[in-house]
T-cell receptor, first 115, second 115 residues
Framework: AQTVTQSQPEMSVQEAETVTLSCTYD???????LFWYKQPPSRQMILVIR??????QNATENRFSVNFQKAAKSFSLKISDSQLGDTAMYFC????????????FGKGTHLIIQP | KAGVTQTPRYLIKTRGQQVTLSCSPI?????VSWYQQTPGQGLQFLFE???????NKGNFPGRFSGRQFSNSRSEMNVSTLELGDSALYLC??????????????FGQGTRLTVV
């Protein structure tokens, strides 16, 4: 079984700062996918960024980028130039290549962007 | 293009009753997955359907069941409700053969309260 650990229950930064959210995972799989999802107060989960384990290059999406360290089983999310609208719960998630057991989520990090 | 629609948005049921939740995926999407979100356990995978067939199932008792219709709409049913079933139930749809291949789009969830 896979596990995903997010060690920061809550983080708070000033607007325009850069913030990094941590995520580690444990799996015996070699082929898998990692995701960061955002859940604002509206409760709708939104995909922020996705990383395929076989790709060495770190994924980026505008202000969002990841630092994927496969050997260390680490998958951190960096948000640059943070905005008030980034305030939300952020969940790290894992799914094996075969899709069994669906997405495994971490407990989440509550990110607060202060004006 | 309409998003993932879950109905109802809110529901209050009594212990021992049963409940049916509905999820209409994005048009053209054939994969639908269900997740339970609670403050204590976080997000947990319930099951995934593709082309009317259950492909994967999480670690939930048999009281939790689901199905998918030919138009890809899905329902999940919980029988003999317990207080611990109170949760936000999220549905996700994707176009491909599973979450690992394409982006998963989530609905806004159904908030179930068991009293």
């Amino acid at each position: 079984a896979q596990t995903v650990t997010q060690s920061q229950p809550e983080m708070s930064v000033q607007e325009a700062e850069t913030v990094t959210l941590s995520c580690t995972y444990d799996t015996s799989e070699n082929n898998y996918y990692l995701f960061w999802y955002k859940q604002p107060p509206s409760r709708q989960m939104i995909l922020v960024i996705r990383q395929e384990a076989y790709k060495q290059q770190n994924a980026t999406e505008n202000r969002f980028s990841v630092n994927f360290q496969k050997a260390a089983k680490s998958f951190s999310l960096k948000i640059s130039d943070s905005q008030l609208g980034d305030t939300a719960m952020y969940f790290c998630a894992f799914i094996p290549g075969g899709g069994a057991d669906g997405l495994t989520f971490g407990k989440g990090t509550h990110l607060i962007i202060q004006p | 293009k309409a998003g993932v629609t879950q109905t109802p948005r809110y529901l209050i049921k009594t212990r021992g009753q049963q409940v049916t939740l509905s999820c209409s995926p994005i048009s053209g999407h054939r994969s639908v997955s269900w997740y339970q979100q609670t403050p204590g356990q976080g997000l947990q995978f319930l099951f995934e359907y593709f082309s009317e067939t259950q492909r994967n199932k999480g670690n939930f008792p048999g009281r939790f069941s689901g199905r998918q219709f030919s138009n890809s709409r899905s329902e999940m049913n919980v029988s003999t409700l317990e207080l611990g079933d109170s949760a936000l139930y999220l549905c996700a749809s994707s176009a491909g053969t599973g979450l690992m291949n394409t982006e998963a789009f989530f609905g806004q969830g159904t908030r179930l309260t068991v009293v």
